[in-house]
């Protein structure tokens, strides 16, 4: 489920005949929403630049994409991903979305102790000839960790 600012759903994969890069970036977000992990990679660039802030990776294709995408789904079967606002700046939109569900697997670092997460994040594409050929991510991974009730990795430990 999503909401979204786009007053049209689309099928995952597939972006309206000249739609502008905000519609290809919706789509994608929808699919994501649907859990559909293939449909939202056909609207990435098998090229694109994939950074994901918080979990170090900065890699080239659409397989660093998948791999996010992929621990997400398989790590909150219950996913919810909320779309707050699509903002288009050119070839350029950014999103802001809420990602929910209880984790039944581990993720980012964190086993799974089946606890609630709810965070807020950041997603910057860009969008070429209707294709997404860059991704940046962001959001507080130290957020993250308190939500996942993982010990605390910012201070140091005295045995």
Known sequence: MTSSTADTTVPAGTAP????PAGTVQAFLDGLARRDVAGALALVS?????TVHPLGIAAAGRDALRGVLEDLVRAFPDLLVTTARVIPTGGVVTALIKVEGTQAGPYAGAINQEKHLDIDQAWRFTVTGGLITGVSVYW???QLYRRLAVKRFDAIAIA
């Open 46 to 50: 098998p090229r694109a630049s994939v």
């Open 140 to 142: 507080c991974q130290q």
């Open 17 to 20: 005949a000249g739609t502008a």
